[in-house]
């Protein structure tokens, strides 16, 4: 048997000198010898159909090696959820309705050149007629089908689920009280550290390879596969080092193109690589961003304070392509009741086709849109009852044995009542509406309280007023699933090789989990070496290569430190059994399958959605200037059941890190789409929390409560304390001011418009 004892320890990670010092190499950073670059044109239309292309001028240019376009591809579509987006928009492709751009971020062409430089002129100059299609990029508009962007779907609603449990009628006879919401969700930029870049070769096997930042080295294997018209196993990708992903490159941003660029150049005879570097402004036209949500919802109660009754409409905004939208809908349709017994639902959920930026996958993936809407219900059903927030909670929270709104029960182990209680004790909580100070005393919660000081202000140049400053305190919490939902084919692969004699001296772990900065491979490391039973300097992690591992899935969904830590032990016990039987060296290999999910039922969305949850609750204290509304978080609580802390300073930063992106989304990230196109794509304007801007202090509680099914007991969690932020803290703003604010961001000029109205 592997090891059952974890050593917890906040062990160095295993990149950390290589980033310091600059010495790692991201895939911007790669120049190999006699390296070609590549230029993308983007067809900079929200709906348009290519009528001619010219690039007679471009291939003119000195330096320039090849141009590729619509007809250079063997196979002209991809897609993660459904292959419907051409790789290349344009003329003599065999796919139909290749030629027409639903979105300003499609791609047309690509330009190889010596330079960059002459890539990028060349580009300029190739010559394009379009003829204008209607622009569809209202939601609501969308849905009514008069302009269909995807003929072959036949819809511009590109999926839905429904929730049916109960008997609404009795649920809305018990209520004592109702509290209806209609809540507006906007976009998000991920704004990872390195915008995509990538290398294209063909390798010393003759495969072509890929190395490019990702989330999923064998999706990413499959696709380029797919669209070149090759085997999975003449197409090779490697991670290098990832200067963040939070969802963002599950998608394809250069995977094909690159893949593409090699294997045409080799067949030309042309044995070069081509990298591909994309400035910050392509980076935020030409990826997927957060969905934009519209929920509108209706929460039923006694005067006790149960909930008796919840319906809800959510409207997700998938974009021009589908992208990860049907999941990211899943997910929000199943958490807009929140982590909550409710007898009677009544939920329908749509994802819709616009010509907007495509929605996909994002820290918490359909999970903050959800969240937002019921614990805004929530806060507002307690105000609304005379009742403390979490108390009200406490009443209604799922429990070991409780059914979700889809009528199966919690996975064991769930712990939200403890995270809640936890959570509110170490914040000071004070259930009559009160709080307590630094020194202990009650502080008083008016929203006239005047608090806070002079030299308070979200302007640093300017100074706030003290009599213009209000504090306010919010609650909220919320669960997560951890790993793949809905019946998707959730494994992950580990292999593990032991050396030496009589003792084991060398332990290699070969493994495809992406690193994305959130440590993943620290922790690979730390849980082989436990697994194994021996000393950390031991282990070597091989890892992110599709040469040398197998599929272990995406770094997403909460999922890798669960998934990879039962492969990993059970890839262990195989290779010990080996040592034991005298094999030199012993190899273990595991194809790790959790317990199975199930999909939504049709008509009623009866099934068992996850296997696993995180389990989180947030307080969220604030200084609200009423004259500028600005509005400044002075202290964070949050308590995550982490079920084992493996490393407990990578959790701590996964907790800030989620923290400060979900502050930008609540307050700052205010990205601006009109007619299909960003009018924004620059950090000059699309602003994102800086140092000055986060919260004072965040207060890191760690729980461990083990789950019974995870490694060592371990839970995912690297999501969850983002999803609660946003309602903890518009509830504070309540707090603080006696208004709510239903819609984000919660910029100075909306929170100043919204006071003034009342």
Not at 70 to 82: F, H, R, S, T
Not at 218 to 239: N, S
Not at 327 to 332: H, R
Not at 469 to 479: D, E, I, M, V
Request: glycine share 10%; charged share 20%; with cysteine.
């Amino acid at each position: 048997m592997t090891n059952d004892k974890f050593p917890t320890q906040s062990v160095h990670r295993i990149d950390a000198v290589g980033k310091v010092t600059g010495a790692t190499l991201y895939p911007g950073d790669i120049t190999p010898p006699n390296l070609l670059h590549g230029k993308v044109l983007f067809s900079q239309q929200a709906h348009a159909r290519m009528v001619a292309i010219d690039t007679s001028r471009a291939e003119a240019v000195p330096g320039v090696v090849a141009i590729l376009t619509a007809k250079d591809v063997p196979v002209n579509e991809y897609g993660l959820i459904m292959p419907d987006q051409p790789v290349l928009i344009g003329l003599g492709s065999s796919k139909p309705h290749s030629d027409v751009s639903r979105w300003e971020g499609d791609q047309v062409a690509i330009i190889i050149a010596e330079t960059e430089l002459a890539a990028g002129r060349a580009r300029d100059l190739i010559e394009i007629e379009w003829e204008p299609l209607p622009v569809v990029a209202d939601l609501f508009t969308a849905m009514q089908d008069e302009v269909i962007l995807h003929p072959w779907h036949g819809s511009n609603i590109l999926h839905e689920y429904h929730i049916r449990k109960g008997n609404m009628p009795v649920g809305w006879a018990a209520a004592d009280v109702v509290v209806e919401g209609e809540y507006r969700l906007p976009h998000q930029e991920h704004a990872f550290l390195q915008p995509e870049a990538g290398v294209g070769y063909v390798d010393e096997n003759g495969r072509i390879t890929v190395e490019i930042a990702g989330q999923w080295t064998h999706e990413d294997q499959e696709q380029v596969a797919h669209a070149l018209g090759l085997p999975t196993d003449q197409v090779r990708i490697i991670y290098p080092a990832i200067g963040g992903a939070f969802g963002g490159r599950e998608d394809m941003s250069l995977q094909i193109v690159l893949g593409l660029a090699a294997l045409r150049l080799h067949e030309r005879g042309i044995e070069r690589p081509v990298r591909i570097i994309w400035s910050r402004e392509e980076s935020i036209i030409g990826h997927c961003k957060r969905h934009p949500a519209y929920v509108q919802t209706k929460w039923g109660a006694t005067l006790e304070g149960k909930i008796t009754a919840v319906s809800a409409k959510l409207i997700l905004d998938s974009g021009a392509y589908a992208y990860t939208s049907t999941k990211v809908l899943g997910n929000a349709n199943l958490m807009v009741t929140g982590p909550y017994e409710i007898p009677n639902a009544h939920v329908d959920s749509f994802a819709v086709t616009t010509n907007n930026v495509p929605g996909g996958a994002f820290r918490g993936f359909g999970g903050p849109q959800g969240a937002f809407a019921a614990e805004s219900q929530m806060n507002k059903l307690a105000e609304v009852l005379g009742m403390d927030p979490v108390e009200l909670r406490l009443k209604n929270v799922l429990r070991e044995g409780s059914h979700m709104t889809v009528q199966s029960q919690v996975p064991a182990g769930i712990s939200l009542d403890q995270v809640i209680e936890r959570c509110a004790a170490e914040a000071g909580w004070v259930t009559d509406g009160g709080r307590k100070t630094e020194d202990g005393a009650a502080g008083d919660n008016s929203p006239s309280s005047v608090l806070g000081p002079p030299s308070f202000s979200g302007v640093r140049s300017l100074a706030g007023r003290a009599e213009s400053l209000r504090r306010g305190r919010g609650f909220a919490c919320s669960f997560k699933n951890i790993g793949f939902s809905f019946g998707f084919p959730e494994r992950c692969e580990a292999t593990i090789e032991l050396f030496g004699g009589a003792e084991i001296e060398k332990v290699i772990l070969y493994h495809a989990g992406a690193d994305v900065g959130q440590g993943a491979h620290t922790v690979f490391k730390q849980m082989a070496a436990a697994a194994v039973g021996v000393a950390l300097d031991k282990v070597t992690v091989e890892a992110s290569d599709t040469a040398s591992s197998g599929d272990s899935g995406s770094a997403s969904a909460s999922r890798m430190t669960w998934m990879a830590g039962n492969a990993i032990r059970g890839a262990a016990e195989k290779a010990l059994d080996a040592w034991r039987a005298e094999e030199r060296p012993a190899r273990g290999h595991v194809r790790f399958t959790p317990p199975p999910t199930t999909m939504y039922d049709a008509e009623t969305g009866a099934c068992v959605p996850n296997f696993a949850y995180g389990y989180v609750a947030e307080v969220v204290d604030v200084l609200v200037d009423v004259e500028t509304g600005h509005i400044h978080v002075t202290d964070v609580w949050c308590a995550n059941d982490v079920g084992q802390a493996l490393n407990p300073n990578l959790i701590e930063g996964q907790i800030e890190g989620a923290v400060v992106q979900a502050h930008g989304y609540a307050l700052m990230e205010d990205l601006r789409v009109e007619n299909g196109r960003i009018t924004n794509p620059y950090l000059s304007q699309y602003l994102i929390p800086g140092v000055s801007d986060v919260p004072t202090r965040v207060h890191s509680i760690i729980m461990e409560i083990p789950d019974p099914l995870g490694p060592w007991g371990a839970r995912g969690m690297a999501e969850m304390p983002f999803l609660p932020l946003a309602p903890a803290l518009v509830a504070a703003v309540h707090d603080a001011t006696g208004v709510w604010f239903d819609q984000l961001p919660l910029t100075p000029a909306r929170v100043v418009a919204k006071l003034r109205e009342t």
